[in-house]
Every structure is written in C-alpha cells, then in structure tokens.
C-alpha cells in the first residue's frame, strides 16, 4: 500500500473535491471487473472516487483496505459512501503508427502591413500535417493528388 504525508492527502482531498465517481460498487460488492475498472481509473486518471452503495460502515471499510492493498494505491478520503483513491498514473507511451503522416505542428507567419509603414504582423499557427502556409502567409489545405485518367485506363 502506498503511504502519503498529511500535506499530500490535504493537497490530494482538495484536487478531488471536484471530481464525480467513476466507479460504482453495488450489491455484488468487489468482485474482479470492479476491481479491473477500479485499476484501469487509477491507471488513467491517478485520483479516483468510487462511490459505495450500501449501508454497512464496516463492509465499506474492508473493501477501502482491499482495494488499497490488492491494487497498492494511497487512500485519501473515506467520506461516507465516497472513497478516494490515490496512485501516481502510468505513463504509455504510444507507437506511431507507419501510415500516420506529419503531426501538428508551429508556423510563425509573418505578414507585411499594407501600406509598408507599420510593423510587420507576427502570429504562431498550429498546422495539420496536411496544411500548408503559402507565400502570401495564408494556410492552405493540401488537395490530393490528381491521377491520370488514361493512365488508370491503362492500367485496368
């Protein structure tokens, strides 16, 4: 189980005041998809809250514990049937794939003031891989290439 300071379950409390449960525990109680979907939010998110339906203090108590212990996340807050939980996300590192083209990227475009006198206009611009900036400093989407309708004849 992950042990944290007072300051960091102060700070932890106050960043989860905001959040909604993402996690219902019901009659069943904690049973393994549960606890997959309680560990895929941890995974995902960080701090979760999990709201607990059921009367019974005690049972609510054993499952924080459990929770904590089987998945070693940090318990922050027990507020009647809310549960807060704490574990430091994973951080995945996702596989370009071959096909993806050119991602975002920054421009800055420089345009002249028409009459010549005043500064020039500075903007940065996000471009999609397929967009380009023309010589006027206009974006432009790039078209895709015309093919040859003889050729395509040809070929067929």
Known sequence: ?????????????????????IVLIGEAGLTPAVMKEIELGLDS?????????GDDRDARI???DTICAELS???V???????????????????????AGKGMRMVTIVKPSASG???????K????????V????????????QKSTKKTLLND
């Open 1 to 21: 189980m992950l042990k944290l300071t007072p300051v960091e379950r102060s700070a932890l409390r106050a960043e989860a005041h905001a959040l909604k449960p």
């Open 45 to 53: 998110h960080g701090l979760i809250k999990v709201r607990v339906f």
């Open 62 to 64: 054993e499952m924080y």
């Open 73 to 75: 996340a940090a318990p």
């Open 77 to 99: 807050q027990h507020i009647g049937k809310l549960l807060v939980l704490y574990r430091p996300k994973k951080e995945v590192e996702k596989a370009r794939s071959a096909k």
């Open 117 to 123: 006198t005043k500064k020039p206009s500075v903007s």
């Open 125 to 132: 611009v996000m471009l999609k891989g397929n967009e380009r």
């Open 134 to 145: 023309t010589e006027g400093g206009t974006i432009k989407r790039a078209k895709a290439r």
